[in-house]
């Protein structure tokens, strides 16, 4: 049924998706994608409230979903509800402190409330956490970046690939790091 919603989406068929999603949401209570495929339809549509409200319930029903956070944690950082962002993300490391993907998303929300310090904080406890996990350790560079630290940006990615040498994501940005210092042999 996923599949099928899927095709609708991508054949533009709204509709015939959406009843698609709201069907196996009642076949399947249990299982939190088609919420997330629902919110998904409705962030494409242009509803936010929608999509938000989507996620909010299935945070209810899901309160332990990594992907369900993620995606409201996403959803209130592009509407710019950065408190609410940041309290589901406490609410989650109170829960379950040991889990990186909530202080990863703190550290998200950190960063884009410019409160820097906070967020390196978060970005290396989801890395002590989950070491081999490459988005933090990715964020944690672009946090450097964005504040002007290059070396430490430079530092971080490369330990970033030490740690996880699949990581094509920390090659990507250093090699754009290097090239925007015109080190074009290192890039």
Same mark, same amino acid.
Not at 9 to 23: C, I, N
Not at 91 to 113: D, T, Y
């Given at each position: 049924? *996923?599949?099928? %919603?899927?095709?609708? #989406? +991508?054949?533009?068929?709204?509709?015939?998706?959406?009843?698609?999603?709201?069907?196996?949401?009642?076949?399947?209570?249990?299982?939190?994608?088609?919420? *997330?495929?629902?919110?998904?339809?409705?962030?494409?549509?242009?509803?936010?409230?929608?999509?938000?409200?989507? &996620?909010?319930?299935? #945070?209810?029903?899901?309160?332990?979903? %990594?992907?369900?956070?993620?995606? &409201?944690?996403? *959803?209130? &950082? !592009? !509407?710019?509800?950065?408190?609410?962002?940041?309290?589901?993300?406490?609410?989650?490391? +109170?829960?379950?402190?040991?889990?990186?993907?909530?202080?990863?998303? #703190? %550290?998200? @929300?950190?960063?884009? !409330?410019?409160?820097?310090?906070?967020? @390196?904080?978060?970005? +290396?406890?989801?890395?002590?956490? =989950?070491?081999?996990?490459?988005?933090? =350790?990715?964020?944690?560079?672009?946090?450097? *970046?964005?504040?002007?630290?290059? +070396?430490?940006?430079?530092?971080?990615?490369?330990?970033?690939?030490?740690?996880?040498?699949?990581? &094509?994501?920390?090659?990507?940005?250093? %090699?754009?790091?290097?090239?925007?210092?015109?080190?074009?042999?290192?890039?």
């Amino acid at each position: 049924l *996923l599949a099928l %919603g899927d095709f609708y #989406m +991508e054949r533009g068929d709204t509709r015939r998706a959406e009843s698609v999603y709201l069907d196996l949401k009642k076949k399947r209570p249990e299982n939190p994608a088609a919420s *997330l495929k629902l919110a998904h339809l409705h962030s494409r549509e242009e509803k936010p409230a929608r999509a938000a409200k989507e &996620l909010e319930e299935a #945070m209810k029903t899901h309160p332990d979903s %990594g992907p369900v956070l993620e995606s &409201l944690v996403n *959803l209130y &950082l !592009q !509407q710019a509800k950065l408190d609410e962002a940041a309290a589901l993300c406490r609410k989650r490391i +109170e829960s379950n402190p040991g889990a990186a993907l909530p202080h990863n998303l #703190m %550290g998200k @929300v950190r960063a884009v !409330q410019k409160k820097f310090p906070q967020a @390196v904080t978060s970005f +290396e406890e989801a890395i002590r956490l =989950q070491p081999l996990w490459p988005e933090p =350790q990715n964020n944690l560079a672009r946090v450097y *970046l964005v504040q002007g630290k290059v +070396e430490e940006a430079v530092k971080r990615l490369e330990t970033a690939i030490e740690a996880n040498p699949d990581n &094509l994501s920390a090659y990507l940005t250093l %090699g754009h790091v290097h090239l925007a210092a015109k080190k074009h042999e290192e890039a």
